[in-house]
C-alpha cells in the first residue's frame, strides 16, 4: 500500500518533469534548423509538409494537392526559398534560397534609351530580350539615329534613376513578402509552427533567372521624350517598321505576362 501510494506521488513529480519539455513547447516555438526543415518535403512518413517565408514556417500539410511531391508548389516546401517567391525562378536549385541579394534585379526597369545607348556604343552582350528579334543591321542604324536625337544620358541621370528605381523596388519586394506571409497566415488551412535558423555561412545566390529578365518593365526614358516632343517615333507609331513593330509586340506581350500575374496575386 504504502509503495503503492509512493509511486503514485512521484507520479506526480515525474510526469509532469518529463513531459514539460514537450507541453512547454508548443509547435508554434519550433526553431528548425535548415537541415531539419528539409525533412518536411511531405516525402516523410509523417506526411507533413513545411514551407517558410522569412524565416517563418508554416505547416501545409493540409493542400498535399499543391505542396506535396508532384505538386505545381512542391518546390517551395522543406526550405525557406523566399527568394523564389519575389522572383518565381524556382527551376534552379540555387534560386530557392532565403537570401535576397540581386532581387530588386526584378523590379528594377530597363530603359530603352540606355539599351540604345549600349548598342550604339557596341556593348551589346546583355541586351534587353526586346531587342532579340531585332535584325542587326536595323538595331544598329535605329539606336544610331535615336541617340542622335537624344544625345547623351549623364551619369548623373543614370544614378538618379538607379537610385529611384532601387528604393521603388525595395518596397515592391516588401510587399510581396507581405502578401505570400499573409496569404498562409490568413489561412485557415495552414498555421505557423516556428522559425528556421538561416545558414548564413550559405554562398550568395546567382542573379536572376532568365525568365524573370525577360519579365522587368521596360521605360522609355529620353526615348519617351523624343516620343512625345515627335509625336510618338517608339512603339506606337511607324506600323510598317518591323523592328518597331518587334518592340511593340514584346511590350504588348511583356504587359500581357504582367496582367496575369497580378491578377493571379488576387487569389
Ligand atoms: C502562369 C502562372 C500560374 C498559374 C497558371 C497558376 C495557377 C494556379 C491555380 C489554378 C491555383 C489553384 C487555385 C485554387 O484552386 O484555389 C493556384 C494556386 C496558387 N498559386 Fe499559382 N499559378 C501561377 C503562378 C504562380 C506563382 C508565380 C506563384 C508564386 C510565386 C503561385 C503561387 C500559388 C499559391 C501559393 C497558390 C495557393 C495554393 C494554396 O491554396 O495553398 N502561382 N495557382
Redesign the pocket.
Known amino acids: 500500500m504504502r509503495a503503492d501510494s509512493t509511486l503514485r506521488q512521484l507520479g506526480w513529480v515525474l510526469v509532469p518533469l518529463v513531459m514539460s519539455p514537450l507541453l512547454g513547447a508548443s509547435a508554434a516555438d519550433l526553431r528548425l534548423t535548415e537541415a531539419q526543415l528539409a525533412k518536411y518535403d511531405g516525402t516523410g512518413a509523417d506526411g507533413l509538409i513545411y514551407l517558410a517565408i522569412e524565416g517563418k514556417v508554416f505547416d501545409?500539410s493540409a493542400?498535399p494537392k499543391?505542396?506535396g511531391p508532384g505538386g505545381?508548389?512542391h518546390h517551395?516546401t522543406g526550405k525557406d526559398a523566399t527568394r523564389?517567391?519575389i522572383t518565381?525562378c524556382w527551376e534552379d536549385a540555387d534560386q530557392l534560397t532565403w537570401r535576397l541579394e540581386g532581387v530588386e534585379d526584378v523590379f528594377a526597369p530597363v530603359y530603352l534609351d540606355e539599351e540604345l545607348e549600349k548598342v550604339h556604343t557596341g556593348q551589346t552582350a546583355n541586351l534587353h530580350g526586346t531587342f532579340k528579334d531585332v535584325p542587326d543591321a536595323m538595331l544598329k542604324a535605329m539606336a544610331a539615329k535615336a541617340v542622335e536625337r537624344f544625345g547623351d544620358i549623364s551619369p548623373v541621370e543614370k544614378a538618379r534613376r538607379r537610385k529611384q528605381d532601387r528604393e521603388a523596388a525595395q518596397k515592391k519586394i516588401r510587399e510581396k513578402i507581405d502578401h505570400?506571409t499573409n496569404?498562409?497566415e490568413s489561412?485557415d488551412?495552414?498555421k505557423v509552427v516556428g522559425e528556421v535558423v538561416h545558414d548564413k555561412k550559405k554562398p550568395a545566390p546567382p542573379p536572376i533567372c532568365e525568365a524573370a529578365q525577360a519579365k522587368k518593365p521596360i521605360e522609355g526614358g529620353k526615348v519617351d521624350d523624343l516620343a512625345k516632343d515627335s509625336g510618338g517615333i517608339a512603339y506606337d507609331k511607324r506600323p510598317e517598321n518591323p523592328a518597331v513593330n518587334n518592340l511593340r509586340e514584346n511590350i504588348i506581350a511583356k504587359d500581357k505576362e504582367r496582367l496575369?500575374?497580378a491578377q493571379?496575386e488576387e487569389?
Do not use: G
Open positions: 501545409v493542400a499543391f505542396y505545381a508548389y517551395f523564389a517567391w518565381e505570400w496569404f498562409f489561412n488551412k495552414y496575369k500575374n493571379h487569389l
